[in-house]
């Protein structure tokens, strides 16, 4: 599976951002998709999951209730809606596929990470 993300951008705070990943390959369906998260100096961190069939999702308490991940079988893409966003939310973010949900080992694969950037 090869994942691209894209959407990233600068914005100001409170401002808003849809992320977009899209999968190649026939195999979309099978995998819990992730986002994850890393500023500079930083570890990865978790952000947002959500199951093969999207009936379940999962969000780290520094984004739950502005952020929503979806994601559309079809079209072999998984979205990450940003609403109310701060200046700690800045980092690169990447999405992945694999069992889940919350770890990175949790994932086979990662796309390539695109920048949001929230200025105060």
């Known amino acids: 599976v090869q994942l691209q993300a894209s959407g990233g951008g600068s914005v100001q705070t409170g401002g808003s951002l849809r992320l977009s990943c899209k999968a190649s390959?026939?195999?979309?369906?099978?995998?819990?998709m992730g986002w994850f998260r890393q500023a500079p100096g930083k570890e990865r961190e978790f952000v947002a999951a959500?199951?093969?069939?999207?009936?379940?999702?999962y969000y780290a308490d520094s984004v739950n209730g502005r952020f929503t991940i979806s994601r559309d079988n079809a079209k072999n893409t998984v979205y990450l809606h940003m609403n109310s966003l701060k200046p700690e939310d800045t980092s690169v973010y990447y999405c992945?596929?694999?069992?889940?949900?919350?770890?990175?080992?949790?994932?086979?694969?990662w796309g390539q990470g695109t920048l949001v950037t929230v200025s105060s």
């Open positions: 390959g026939r195999t979309f369906s099978r995998y819990t």
């Open positions: 992945a596929a694999g069992p889940g949900y919350t770890l990175t080992r949790q994932y086979d694969y």
């Open positions: 959500i199951t093969r069939s999207g009936g379940s999702t």
